[in-house]
């Protein structure tokens, strides 16, 4: 619950997608499934792929410098940067990106949180400027999940793309447009073979499809429900839902669970497939492109994913600038 006045205010919002596009005849041809198998079960028709010359960090170092510029801002007073495929276990890629971007000896670290990772960077900035030990937060989620999954497992490979979003945050006060009004955020560890990726040596991805697909359900919604209760609004007062966008059929039933009409979600995914972390943020970019978010839109976010790790956050719209790009 956040209470006090000071809180983080959305200054900008910066993308950036591969320019590579992988849609399902392509990938039909190389694996057992098909264009309309992959569009009836899950609303993916591509994903963007990066190619083995663009890193997780260049991709973020692309979208933190896009955010940056919408927001106007040369400097930050920290770094946060959400992934759950780092190009190395060791060091974490904010001190990266924070050097690339120029941005000086800043505080720079990365929040692991696979999916969920855009909403608890948000929650962890939020609580380093309502406590005053940061000003400005420039924060970032990344993801190449291309190098996660097995190239040959049809079960996984149609799902995941690659991508980036980042947005700054400026301190402010709660009754500002744009200012983080409440959070809720969870996690069961005893679900953390569901989804998991051992990296290294030692394989791919895997995912226990299904049960995930449940669980995405019950924890998005219950999630959603408790940050409504927080900032005391009904669901019929959300002008814009912003869930995670893994599968078109998660959100139809989060909706129908909520009882909101489904065309106040935001669905964002046909084109860039599940990108974990950076799905929330691309999804606001694309949002705010085709005008389904408008300024002074009451908006929840939420998301669920591999820790199981699930978040949702509170906002009204603020009247922001977008800086998007490829690579
Ligand atoms: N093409 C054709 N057939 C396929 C494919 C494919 N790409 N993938 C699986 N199948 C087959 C299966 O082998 C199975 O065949 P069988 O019945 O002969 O065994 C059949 O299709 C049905 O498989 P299910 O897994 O039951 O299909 P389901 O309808 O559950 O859809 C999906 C699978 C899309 C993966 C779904 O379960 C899902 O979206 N799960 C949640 C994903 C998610 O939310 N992830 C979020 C977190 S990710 C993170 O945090 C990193």
Redesign the pocket.
Known sequence: MITSDQTAVLAGLGTCLPVGEEDNAALSER????DS??RE??GIAARRIAGPDVSMRDLAVAAGENALKAAGLAEVDAVVVAT?TPDRPLPAAGPQVASSLGLGSVPAFDVSA???GFIYALAVSAGLIGTGLAGDILMVASEK?SRAVDPAD???????GDGAGAAVLRSGRRDERGAVLAVDWGSDGTGRDL?HWPGGQGGY?S?A??R??LK?IEHMTSSTLRVLDQCGWAISEVDTFVP?Q??M??IRAVAQQLSLPEDRAVCALERTG?T?GASIPLALAHGQANGTIRAGDRMVLTA????LAWASAALVWPEINTVESEL
């Open positions: 694996l057992d499934t098909s198998w992959i079960r899950t759950s696979a999916c969920s999940y049809r079960a996984t490979r149609v799902l995941f989804i991805l995912m499809g299904k995930v697909y995405a995670h893994a599968n059929r998660i599940n974990a669920f994913g591999a820790g």
